[in-house]
């Protein structure tokens, strides 16, 4: 069982949701739903899906492979290509084998977007969000015995680029050393482990993990902006610096809590990115999930754009100065694995 009062967690979800719809609807966001159960989840490499095998008891469909959605992304974006105007929704998703202090497989996301924005307006939402919650949870004293709600109030947010976090941790430029080898010469030379990594992004994880994320967000959240173009995921590229990504991910008391971007409305680049990644998951042994051919369709017809997913889970536990998502959860899942 939990540490903590489980009904003062409740209490604090239930506090905690009701303050971000309020002020999302004050930001004339639409709150909508997306399926759970689709027929191809996020290509993540690292990500795994639960499969579920679908059995039609009629002629109306046929038997196949069915997966719950680790990100509700690809429908909402869907939804944009469509014409919705800003559009959040607050939702479970689940991804296998995630089980540790702070990851349970099936948690809670809130995901919005923007139309006709990038990644600054989206920091903006979601900082002033954040900042609500955070005198909602303090008004409401729910928080353990030195619990700090007013933590997500400290604005504005930090924002510093992955470059100057990494020259600021370690004195290393990454725009100076832009391929494996270099990196892994002058990181090694800053005390990081390498181990066997050779590639730029590998090199770049266990720099980033072992000297860069524990510092960040500690006097006030932490906004990490403009990440590699490796690493752009589902991002576009920096108009006039196509070396990063305006790809952003939200830290507090080194721990993260967001990922977001100025979304990647191309649909050709989408699918070599998305081609790419499967060839990945089948060189590191993972299942190899279909193309969503109805979301690479979507891609091309989006507005230019910005979104993130946050893990509410994990600012639960901030809120509530907990240190275990088990003790946010009144159902975690050590209780059956």
Known sequence: MPNVNPWRAARGRQGLYSTLRQFFAGQGYLEVETPLLVPTPGMEPYISAFETPFVPETDLGKARTLYLHTSPEYAMKRLLAQGAGPLFQICKVFRNGEVSQTHNPEFTLLEFYRPHADYHAIMDDLEGALAQAG????????????????????????RVTVRDAVLRATGVDIHVHSDGASLKRAVEAAGVRTGDATSFDDVFFHLFLQKVETGLGHERPTFLIEYPASMAALSRLKPGDGRVAERVELYAKG???????????DAAEQRARLVEEQELRRKLGRAVYPLDERFLEAVGRMPPSAGIAVGLDRILMLLLGVQRIEDVLLFPAHGFV
Not at 255 to 265: I, K, R, V, W, Y
Request: no cysteine; proline share 9%.
């Open 135 to 158: 005198r909602a949870a303090a008004d409401a004293k729910e928080g353990e015995p030195g619990a700090d709600p007013a933590f997500f109030t400290r604005t504005p947010y930090e």
């Open 255 to 265: 721990l993260e809590l967001a990922n977001g971007f100025s979304e990647l409305t």
